[in-house]
């Protein structure tokens, strides 16, 4: 009894030590300089926040929400700096707009940022520096330190996939607010596929089914997003993974699917007709609404796992129009294809993604799959194939993002035999992760899937330094 008592007390002192102001931190900020000196005290009803821009207001508010948290402290704005012991500044003079910086000495508390979703990151390393010296905070103390920080990537995106695995909008804010946690700044919605079209379409209400976002709930996401300096990117995926609409409207499919019964969520590797006019039609309509809804620049339409020899190669219209192109194989029909879809996107003033396909879905590989105009950004993602996806893009112009499914598919389970549809067809690797700009999550099939992404996008989100 008496070592057990020992090997206890041993513990807690050793868990008592670890406590300080810096072991919570992640990401892990570029500089920190420990500070000597007394710690700053919060004091309910005389600690007031100043705030230099009225577009902190929002950035204000968390931190009184994460003061109240963590201190059970009331800490109100003060309507100038002079008042003020806590502050809240947007210096344009920072270099880098989510560059900043943090000094906390025993007078007062200064978070600066070149803007003000840069002052919000800086809020957020504050709450990691409350929970992680817990004895302090718990006493309404704050210790002295500087930090300066910048991101490494522009691009750090996580993806949810609601097509597959429908989640409704409170639990897309609650995936928000943990990628805010660690300064995620993109946010990739795969909103239709084979199991779902999950977006309103005004002009087309035949779309949607049992659940989806109408467009008034999709633009609360994007603004409560926008709040917390994370941009949301619409995905409509296409030619391929489109059960969904071809549901709604079969007359979209290549001629041989014409009578194939369409169900959702069961039938797969259909594909939308090349020559097909009103296919480009309807998708003006969708791409339009959808530039409207969305006020990123981007908008990704797919390109994936398109099942040409299922589709394009066996349909009568297809075939007639590769003759009259003089093309040789089927999935040439991808230039004219998106050279339409493309330019939609473009006449609404957006930039295009595509997911990178190359001439073969398993190394090696040696050009990609068509040519894809300069101004697609690209999205590596298939194991094993971003080496050449990096090659392909420097030597043709094309921007990338890396998403190497190898490393960065979250749903990916980490032990032998713990995917139970295919008996661990992908395994997840802890291995070396170099230079990865978003951590990809598509929604899992099970219960599991929440607690699998978070703590493997809290480890990824450390590789932005």
């Not at 210096?91 to 943090?102: L, N, S, V």
């Not at 779902?196 to 005004?202: L, N, P």
């Not at 192109?325 to 996107?345: C, D, E, H, N, T």
């Not at 050009?367 to 101004?375: I, S």
Request: aromatic letters at 10%; proline letters at 6%.
């Amino acid at each position: 009894m008496k070592i057990y008592t020992c090997l206890c007390l041993l513990f807690l002192a050793g868990y008592l030590v670890a406590q300080n102001n810096t072991s919570a931190l992640l990401p892990m900020p570029n500089q920190i300089t420990p500070v000597k000196g007394k710690p700053f005290t919060v004091r309910s009803g005389k600690t007031a926040i100043y705030l230099n821009q009225p577009e902190l207001q929002f950035t204000a508010k968390t931190l009184q929400t994460i003061l109240q948290d963590r201190m059970q402290a009331k800490v109100p704005l003060a309507s100038e700096s002079g008042r003020a012991d806590i502050r809240l500044l947007v210096d344009p003079a920072m270099e880098g707009k989510e560059h900043y910086r943090i000094k906390i000495t025993s007078k007062g508390i200064t978070i600066s940022g070149a803007t003000a979703g840069a002052v919000y990151y800086g809020v957020m390393t504050m709450d990691q520096l409350l929970l992680g010296d817990a004895c302090a905070t718990a006493h309404k103390e704050i210790s002295p330190i500087r930090i300066d920080d910048a991101p490494r990537f522009p691009h750090r995106a996580l993806m949810l996939d609601p097509a597959r695995h429908f989640l409704p909008v409170n639990d897309v804010k609650f995936f928000i607010d943990q990628m805010a946690r660690y300064k995620y700044n993109i946010l990739q919605l795969h909103l239709t596929d084979d199991q779902g079209w999950r977006v309103e379409i005004k002009k087309h209400p035949k779309l949607v089914g049992k659940d989806y976002y109408t467009q008034e709930q999709l633009a609360e996401i994007i603004q409560y997003a926008a709040q917390r300096n994370i941009e949301v990117i619409p995905e409509l995926d296409i030619p391929g993974h489109t059960v969904a609409i071809l549901a709604a409207y079969p007359e979209l499919g290549c001629t041989h699917t014409d009578t194939l019964p369409k169900i959702v969520g069961k039938t797969t590797d259909l594909m939308l007709c090349a020559n097909n006019e009103k296919v480009y039609s309807v998708y003006q309509d969708i791409i339009k609404e959808i530039s409207s809804l969305f006020p990123s620049d981007y908008i990704h339409l797919g390109g994936d796992e398109a099942v040409i020899e299922k589709n394009w190669t066996q349909c009568s219209r297809c075939q007639a129009m590769m003759k009259k192109l003089g093309y040789q194989k089927a999935s040439q029909l991808m230039i004219p294809f998106f050279s339409r879809m493309l330019s939609f996107v473009q006449e609404n003033n957006k930039t295009p993604m595509l997911w990178c396909e190359l001439d073969n879905i398993y190394p090696p590989a040696n050009d990609y799959l068509f040519p894809y105009p300069k101004n697609v950004t690209l999205v590596s993602w298939r194991g094993g194939l971003t080496p050449t996806c990096l090659e392909l893009t420097r030597k043709h112009g094309n921007p990338l993002i890396m998403a190497p499914g190898e490393y960065a598919y979250l749903d990916y389970p980490q032990l032998k035999g713990d995917f139970p549809e295919f008996n661990n067809w992908a395994r997840y690797y802890f291995g070396k992760v170099v230079s990865i700009r978003p951590g990809i999550w598509r929604a899992c099939r099970r219960s599991g899937s929440y607690h699998r992404s978070y703590g493997n996008f809290m480890g990824r989100s450390d590789t932005r330094h």
